[in-house]
Structures are given as structure tokens and as C-alpha cells.
């Protein structure tokens, strides 16, 4: 159950810094608003997967 709860933490982090980051970077300029929508999508493909990894492993233990 902590390998669980560790891989939804991680992805929840990967989904808000994922997420906010790249679109701080285009309001201070240094990113346009492609790139911060790639990286944006990127980070949040990340965060799904180990959040369905993470309900992978509670599944498994209840069964």
C-alpha cells in the first residue's frame, strides 16, 4: 500500500509542477506557448501513468 501511495504522490507532483511550470516560463519569457503546451502535456501523460500504476498495484492488493 505505500508503494501505492508513493507512486500516486509522485505523480501528483509531476502533474503540478508539470503543469504550472512551463506556463510560468511563458509569462516570464523564456518559453513560447508551444512548447509550454508540449511540456505541459508531456508532464501530465507522466503523471496518468504512474497514477494508473499506482491503482495497478491497489488493485493486486485486494485482490
Known amino acids: 500500500m505505500l ?3 508513493l507512486l500516486n504522490g509522485v505523480a501528483v507532483a509531476a502533474i503540478a509542477v508539470g503543469g ?3 506556463f ?12 509550454a503546451l508540449l511540456n505541459a502535456g508531456i508532464w501530465f501523460s507522466f503523471g ?3 497514477h494508473l500504476a499506482a ?3 491497489l488493485r493486486r492488493l485486494i485482490e
Open 48 to 50: 496518468a501513468v504512474l
Open 20 to 22: 504550472i511550470a512551463p
Open 24 to 35: 510560468v516560463a511563458v509569462v516570464v519569457g523564456t518559453s513560447s506557448l508551444a512548447n
Open 3 to 5: 508503494t501505492a501511495t
Open 55 to 57: 491503482r495497478a498495484v
